[in-house]
């Protein structure tokens, strides 16, 4: 079965350009994940949607940053303008929620590097 | 809120045994996850804990104590790929949002 699918893998971009990112869920999950990583800040999450419905934004660094979820198989996370301190990778994970492990399961990441 | 703390590097020799704990204080708890994330990869899913006890997959295992806000993960036999980052998880009462440890940096040296 296919993982959680993300592109591009790699965006190399000028400050003050915009930047969108994408990612398809593993097919049958309902819930889905934007992830920023970082050497100083470590792993941390973004937004979360469940049922293609934004459910918790409250990591979502500034007016800057927007996610959609226009249906169950396709997610972005768009960045506009971006800066050289959003360069990081990015990593979008799903999973089924509903009780039980609920575990999470991370795509490949898009590593943004702004110059 | 959630604050979880692990080691940030730890070294060990190959065929040896390792601990890695992660302490946490949170506003909630459903859970706790450890991922292995090697460079430049994406985090793995390793074990979960809910209940205190320890539960145990192949060479890893992992134990949790409620009471006390604490958890480790056990490598036995380590191998050089065992070298990784491991990222300690805290699921909320929600039930679907994770709080992510800083990981602890795994060295394995023959």
């Known amino acids: 079965d296919a993982g959680v699918i993300q592109s591009p893998r790699h965006e190399v971009t000028e400050m003050g350009q915009e930047v969108t990112l994408r990612c398809k869920p593993i097919?049958?999950?309902?819930?889905l994940f934007w992830y920023r990583q970082t050497m100083m800040r470590g792993l941390e999450l973004l937004i979360y949607?469940?049922?293609?419905?934004?459910?918790?934004d409250s990591g979502m660094p500034e007016d800057r940053f927007s996610a959609k979820m226009p249906n169950a198989s396709f997610s972005t996370l768009k960045i506009q303008p971006s800066e050289p301190r959003d360069s990081a990778v990015y990593f979008c994970?799903?999973?089924?929620?509903?009780?039980?492990?609920?575990?999470?399961?991370f795509g490949p990441g898009t590593r943004l590097t702004v110059l | 809120g959630q604050n979880i703390d692990q080691p940030t590097e730890m070294t060990a020799t190959e065929g040896a045994i390792v601990q890695i704990n992660c302490t946490y204080q949170t506003s909630g708890f459903n859970g706790l996850f450890w991922y292995q994330q090697h460079a430049g990869e994406a985090p793995t899913f390793l074990s979960y804990?809910?209940?205190?006890g320890l539960e145990e997959k192949g060479r890893f295992s992992s134990f949790l104590s409620r009471s006390k806000g604490y958890s480790y993960l056990l490598l036995k036999e380590l191998q050089m790929k065992d070298s990784a980052s491991y990222l300690c998880a805290v699921r909320d009462n929600a039930g679907n949002m994770l709080t992510f440890g800083g990981g602890t940096r795994l060295m394995v040296k023959p």
């Open positions: 994970a799903s999973n089924l929620s509903g009780g039980g492990t609920d575990t999470q399961y």
């Open positions: 949607f469940n049922n293609n419905v934004p459910i918790d």
């Open positions: 804990n809910v209940l205190d």
């Open positions: 097919s049958g999950h309902n819930s």
